[in-house]
T-cell receptor, first 110, second 114 residues
Framework: GQQVMQIPQYQHVQEGEDFTTYCNSSTTLSNIQWYKQRPGGHPVFLIQLVKSGEVKKQKRLTFQFGEAKKNSSLHITATQTTDVGTYFCWGTSGTYKYIFGTGTRLKVLA | DAGVIQSPRHEVTEMGQEVTLRCKPISGHDYLFWYRQTMMRGLELLIYFNNNVPIDDSGMPEDRFSAKMPNASFSTLKIQPSEPRDSAVYFC????????????FGDGTRLSIL
């Protein structure tokens, strides 16, 4: 079945270091969304990518959609303690199957 | 603006009991999603509705689970009978317009089945 894997599962970084999580799908995605979930909280929408090769930035966050629309990445520059949480990608296929990625849990050490 | 409202926030019950989780989507949203989150399985889509009609329930684990949306402002997820392996956080989310629009999540219901 369709799967969306994220790597790494966990990442511990020192505050100020960069962080990247990767999302890989077994099939072509119509679009991809990124969500952040703080510990004990609920997923919160960050951004949506639709076009092949698309790159979007939000302050220290850079999101990229692969040329083949099968992978995506989220890069955080100079992490802060407020970046702590789990980052999920979420994709849809042409058959409107919704798949959340497995998530990357980020811990930022002050 | 009020977000997605779920109740109860926490539920602890004994196995075999019926459990009903409730969700009020954001007014005007025409898509409603039910998710289950566990450490082992992550976030799983259980079912989603469009204009109160169930579109895809392939994620519902088994016949013990049922979901309804009697009107645009209310949905329930029922488990009967409940089992310890149903313990999880259940999220409701809603979105507007197209099926792939950003979803707004409720705070979730933390369910513990003893």
């Amino acid at each position: 079945g369709q799967q969306v894997m994220q790597i790494p599962q966990y990442q511990h970084v020192q505050e100020g270091e960069d962080f990247t999580t990767y999302c890989n799908s077994s099939t072509t995605l119509s679009n991809i969304q990124w969500y952040k979930q703080r510990p004990g909280g609920h997923p919160v929408f960050l951004i949506q990518l639709v076009k092949s090769g698309e790159v979007k930035k939000q302050k220290r966050l850079t999101f990229q959609f692969g040329e083949a629309k099968k992978n995506s990445s989220l890069h955080i520059t100079a992490t802060q303690t407020t970046d702590v949480g789990t980052y999920f990608c979420w994709g849809t296929s042409g058959t409107y199957k919704y798949i959340f990625g497995t998530g990357t849990r980020l811990k930022v050490l002050a | 603006d009020a977000g997605v409202i779920q109740s109860p926030r926490h539920e602890v019950t004994e196995m075999g009991q019926e459990v009903t989780l409730r969700c009020k989507p954001i007014s005007g949203h025409d898509y409603l999603f039910w998710y289950r989150q566990t450490m082992m399985r992550g976030l799983e889509l259980l079912i989603y509705f469009n204009n109160n009609v169930p579109i895809d329930d392939s994620g519902m684990p088994e016949d013990r689970f049922s979901a309804k949306m009697p009107n645009a402002s209310f949905s329930t997820l029922k488990i009967q009978p409940s089992e310890p392996r149903d313990s999880a956080v259940y999220f409701c989310a809603s979105s507007w317009g197209q099926v792939n629009q950003p979803q707004h999540f409720g705070d979730g219901t933390r369910l513990s089945i003893l």
